[in-house]
């Protein structure tokens, strides 16, 4: 057996016991290896092989011009700027627990970088941690894994609607999201904690810093972007440093080679192609966390160093599996929906046919998993006539959605009870 080979086999059998070990389906480990194996340069000696129908490579071959996206624009999304992509829930219907790679929402505010995984390196340094060190792709992938399914939520999901409800305009640069800036997917990664673990992380740590590799443009002051998470939240056992989404190594779109998953957390916090992580014995403050994951308005006075309320965690919000407005048929339909909460699990949706005069409980489908989401559906027989449909959900820890919510100046965190026009025709 040749170097090559070697390396290839002991790669395989390392992955194989871990996946084992952390109850990964054979076929999940099947599909990961497969495409890993054509696309990793094993301890930078082995070569990529070349694209197979039906795998990824680690390769762009699917940029457009004028696109920071370089993955397909899958049928029927929406596309807010030239790095957004938001998913149609119309488009949803019929469709699983899982949203695929391929569908899944985006927002890239750069195109992404170019990966190498022969070269690439992530750092974890810091005033928290004994021994800092670098560690390769090859390291990362060796390491023992889970796999997690929860969501990723944009924290401007729902933005439109505090222009339509109020009645005014924001201020503020961004997409202009209904509900579809989020996904569900199965994250396969090594936990942060592991990974913290290896450096020696120290009893005094309290912050954490993880930064990717892309430079928001519209900053005056370019700086890579990055996200700060306390030390608890690091250390969760779902708190993941990511490699392979639904089974396939990331796409990069999503991240490739790696991102970190903080399930419940706004989507920024969970940072794509990341190259630091840096731990802390004191408090990091940056302008990502202090200027634009606040809230930001009357009701949030600001907290110094933070310009207003500090986002964690999402708060629940629904959707029904329709077009933005939806056409129907008169006659039997299965509504269809979806709701989730940040904090928890959903336990309860009500949905109203008349705009919120009377209000019924939807039937909830398995899977329901906390930090992902709930499929409901309900029966509905209309007539001819306009209709605005109305959800509200709760989740395990009582929280329900309000009828409206706040303004804030950036149009975060919209989580009230959204009514949904559909014309049914005879």
């Avoid at 310009?307 to 599996?321: C, D, H, M, P, R």
Wanted: net charge positive.
């Amino acid at each position: 057996m040749d170097r090559d080979d070697y390396l290839r086999s002991r790669l395989d059998e390392y992955i194989w016991l871990k996946s084992v070990d952390a109850g990964v389906s054979r076929k999940r480990f099947l599909q990961i290896l497969a495409t890993m194996i054509g696309a990793t340069a094993v301890g930078g000696l082995a070569k990529p092989a070349p694209a197979q129908s039906g795998s990824l490579n680690f390769t762009n071959t699917f940029k457009t011009k004028e696109s920071n996206i370089l993955k397909p624009l899958p049928p029927g999304y929406i596309s807010h700027s030239k790095g957004t992509l938001e998913m149609n829930w119309g488009s949803m219907y019929g469709r699983g627990y899982i949203v695929p790679n391929d569908w899944f929402y985006v927002h890239n505010r750069n195109t992404p970088p170019p990966f190498d995984p022969s070269t690439w390196r992530l750092r974890v340094e810091g005033t928290g941690v004994s021994t800092p060190s670098s560690f390769t792709y090859d390291d990362i992938i060796s390491m023992p894994s889970i796999s997690v399914t929860c969501a990723i939520e944009c924290a401007a999901n729902g933005r439109r609607f505090f222009e339509e409800v109020y009645n005014q305009p924001l201020s503020v640069a961004g997409a202009r999201w209904r509900l579809g800036a989020i996904g569900v997917a199965e994250w396969t990664g090594v936990p942060l904690g592991l990974l913290l673990e290896r450096v020696g992380l120290k009893s005094t740590a309290v912050d954490v810093l993880v930064q990717g590799a892309d430079i928001d443009s519209l900053q005056k002051q370019k700086s890579k972007f990055s996200t700060v998470v306390p030390i608890a939240k690091a250390l969760l056992d779902n708190s993941l440093v990511v490699y392979a989404m639904n089974g396939e190594p990331l796409p990069p779109d999503h991240g490739q080679p790696c991102r970190v998953i903080f399930p419940g957390w706004g989507g920024n916090a969970n940072v794509k192609w990341i190259e630091r992580i840096e731990v802390s014995e004191t408090p990091i403050y940056t302008q990502w966390v202090t200027k634009q994951m606040v809230l930001v308005g009357s009701d949030y006075p600001p907290t110094a160093p933070y310009k207003g309320e500090l986002i964690t965690y999402q708060n629940v919000k629904s959707a029904f599996e329709l077009a933005w407005p939806a056409i129907i048929s008169a006659g039997y339909y299965l509504l269809r929906g979806r709701s989730w909460s940040g904090k928890g699990k959903i336990v309860r949706v009500e949905v109203s046919l008349d705009g919120g005069k009377t209000w019924q409980l939807a039937r909830l489908r398995e899977p329901n998993f906390p930090f992902a989401w709930v499929r409901w559906d309900i029966d509905w027989n209309p007539v001819p006539g306009e209709y605005s449909l109305q959800a509200r959900a709760t989740d395990n820890l009582g929280n329900t959605q309000p009828t409206t919510v706040p303004w804030n100046n950036f149009g975060l965190l919209y989580g009230g009870i959204v009514s949904h026009p559909v014309k049914v025709q005879a």
